[in-house]
């Protein structure tokens, strides 16, 4: 178990509608990136957050946004979803000053129709 | 570009060594990590390799050849609960969060 936790765990999503994902990473944490994982392919690299900032970002539209919290939790926002963005998203915490390996948490599985 | 290939399947028997192999091309590079994931699961860190040469960590060794831009993972005593994919990961900034994955190793433990 990596402390790493996200919600909802599955959710079923109009085209057009907006989605919000929450994750809530380990104490002690100051990173948290966010990534999309399609059926059958790797995790793909959207965004990345350091001490609240955003602090990198993979080849995702301006549709795709985030927030960093004090409190170590983080959100995804997703506008105007399309049928492609159907996919598992994981966020990922560290310590970026320890440089440690990121820890995942189990995904929130989204379903666009 | 950006990118990073691995075998998309390997089969193995339980208890013997199986090699999964990746080669990357990437703009940035501060080392390469390797990842296991059950289905359904999430992403798990197995290893990481900043120098070239050998860790070991169990019954999982990973290298790296950064000439080369080269890396394998290589597990040892092969277990059933060992069928997973395996993705090796390169890490482009610093700290371990801004990771290119490749498309994965699905690995196959038989009797």
């Known amino acids: 178990e990596t402390g790493v936790t996200q919600s909802p765990t599955h959710l079923i999503k109009t085209r057009g509608q907006q989605v919000t994902l929450r994750c809530s990473s380990q104490s002690g944490h100051n990173t948290v990136s966010w990534y999309q994982q399609a059926l059958g392919q790797g995790p793909q690299f959207i965004f990345q957050?350091?001490?609240?900032?955003?602090?990198g970002r993979g080849n995702f539209p301006p549709r795709f946004s985030g927030l960093q919290f004090p409190n170590y939790s983080s959100e995804l926002n997703v506008n105007a979803l399309e049928l492609d963005d159907s996919a598992l998203y994981l966020c990922?915490?560290?310590?970026?000053?320890?440089?440690?390996?990121?820890?995942f948490g189990q995904g929130t599985r989204l379903t666009v129709v | 570009g950006q990118s990073l290939e691995q075998p998309s399947e390997v089969t193995a028997v339980e208890g013997a060594i199986v090699q999964i192999n990746c080669t990357y091309q990437t703009s940035g590079f501060y080392g390469l990590s390797w990842y296991q994931q059950h289905d359904g699961g999430a992403p798990t860190f197995l290893s990481y390799n900043a120098l070239d040469g050998l860790e070991e960590t169990g019954r999982f060794s990973s290298f790296l050849s950064r000439s080369d831009s080269y890396g394998y993972l290589l597990l040892q005593e092969l277990q059933m609960k060992d069928s997973a994919s395996y993705f090796c990961a390169v890490r482009e900034g610093t700290g371990a969060n801004n990771l290119f994955f490749g498309t994965g190793t699905r690995l196959t433990v038989i009797p």
């Open positions: 957050y350091y001490r609240e900032e955003e602090n």
């Open positions: 990922a915490s560290g310590n970026r000053d320890r440089n440690t390996e990121a820890f």
